[in-house]
């Protein structure tokens, strides 16, 4: 293939995060909408460019009272940050259709580096002729190096919410006229 653009078909996409709660469980959340743009040879990510733009006001914990609270000032401040954003600055490739992609992340009005794996899920033709590729992501961040730090400490020792935020996207993605 070569290098062309790919819109992200978001009725087959996820964005999803995992973080212990208590720290005996996970609490696991998504995000609904957001927008990415790829330029990019699916075969071939070393010299692709990749952003995301996920919309904060779109994250659902299955919990309405918990979401209402990860929006506000304590955590995420969605009216003066509504969104997070990634933007790639260089990828390795590992192999076989893995990929280390290393990017921008901003959240909360922080921006850092993040390393996230990436693999090459493949491409084809979807019924209607379209040209499809998917690709599967896992990273992890600290929610404390964007400044989301609210959290209690628990009677028995530890603290109610934990630090490290698993990351995992499923992306399907339509090639572009």
Known sequence: MTVTNWAVDATHSSID????????ANVKGSFK????????????????????QVDVSSIDTRNGDRDAHL????????????HITFQSTKIVGKGDGEYDVTGDVSIHGVTRPETFSVTFE????????????GFSAQGKIKRSDY???YNAVLEAGGVLIGDDIKIA?????????
Do not use: C, R
């Open 122 to 133: 493949g491409a084809g033709k979807d019924p209607w002729g379209n040209e499809k590729v």
């Open 17 to 24: 995060f995992t973080v212990k709660h208590m720290m005996i």
């Open 33 to 52: 909408s957001f927008q990415a743009t790829v330029e990019a040879d699916p075969q071939d990510l070393t010299t692709a460019k990749i952003g995301f």
């Open 169 to 177: 996207l499923e992306i399907e993605a339509v090639k572009q006229a």
């Open 71 to 82: 929006l506000s000032p304590d955590f995420f401040d969605a009216e003066k940050y509504p």
């Open 147 to 149: 400044g989301l730090t």
